[in-house]
């Protein structure tokens, strides 16, 4: 299992309007989760599954795209899309090659 895993800080004045778009997002029957700060209120992460590395930057490169639903969210986000901050990530105990080059 991999994830791709993104992270951007909504404006205060935008969070019900972006707690609402995500809630709608959710209901499509993606693979994530959301997930807000304790620390630090306002900050979110993304945590979408992917089987493959492969699949995971796929999740990615959709992600960021213009045509994707979530991009919206940028008009949310302190600083915009530049601000949001996304990496594919893999198990630490991979055995062989994988755990290499992922």
Not at 22 to 41: F, K, R
Not at 67 to 75: D, G, K, N, P, Y
Not at 84 to 101: C, D, R, S, V
Request: proline share 3%.
């Amino acid at each position: 299992m991999y994830i791709c895993f993104a992270e951007y800080r909504v404006s205060p004045e935008f969070r019900a309007q972006y707690l609402d778009y995500t809630a709608s997002l959710l209901q499509e029957g993606h693979d994530v989760q959301l997930y807000e700060g304790t620390d630090q209120p306002g900050l979110f992460v993304e945590v979408w599954n992917a089987a493959t590395c492969e699949q995971a930057e796929q999740i990615k490169k959709e992600r960021c795209s213009e045509r994707s639903s979530w991009m919206h969210i940028s008009s949310f986000i302190v600083g915009g899309a530049a601000k949001m901050h996304i990496w594919t990530f893999k198990p630490a105990h991979l055995k062989g090659e994988a755990a290499i080059n992922g």
